[in-house]
């Protein structure tokens, strides 16, 4: 379930459809409806840069948000290409409308991430999942099943990283590590 949050102070940037991008304390908010939910924060680039291990070759990404993590897989010269890959047509929209640069390495497909693995029959060297936003059972089950997929869309050598929220509980953690290790 997505965590719930109310911009009173924030100033509206850019809406489309669902989808809804706030500037709040300096930083850009994601929420996507029809709730005030909150989906991704520019705040969480600090995470991403310890999460986030050094990607390389053809990389694939689950969920696009803000497009803070894509960002910052883009900084790396060793990747050659990123495809994110985003459920949400409106969350395309409006990273379109607010994100100022543009790198000739980065492609958005409108899909779902399982949906993109198996219909697309490219390969990666590295694959980022971020298309959560809290981790619970419901995604435990989800990161498992994406995961295997991924595994086999996977280069020999290649690499599989996702979000691990720091406030996730241990019980939940524990699972994450034995699906992604
Ligand atoms: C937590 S946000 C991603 C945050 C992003 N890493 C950033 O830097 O802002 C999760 C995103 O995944 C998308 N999403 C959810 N389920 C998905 C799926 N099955 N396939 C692709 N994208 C998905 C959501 O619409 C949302 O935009």
Redesign the pocket.
Known sequence: MATPMYFTHGRLISEYGLAKVYLFNNQLH?E?GPGHSL??YEG?EEQ?VQQIIDPFGHCL??????????QYILSFDEVKSLTT????PD?IEVYKDVNLIEDTRHSIVN????EYMVQSGRYFHYIFM????IIDEDTILELRR?AQVAKQVLHEGGKIQA?LDPFTPREFAEEFYKILG
């Open positions: 994601l996507i989906w991704a969480e991403y990404e689950i969920g696009l948000g803000l497009g803070t993590s894509s890959v985003e459920i949400h969350v899909m779902s991430g399982i971020d298309f959560y936003d994406i979000w």
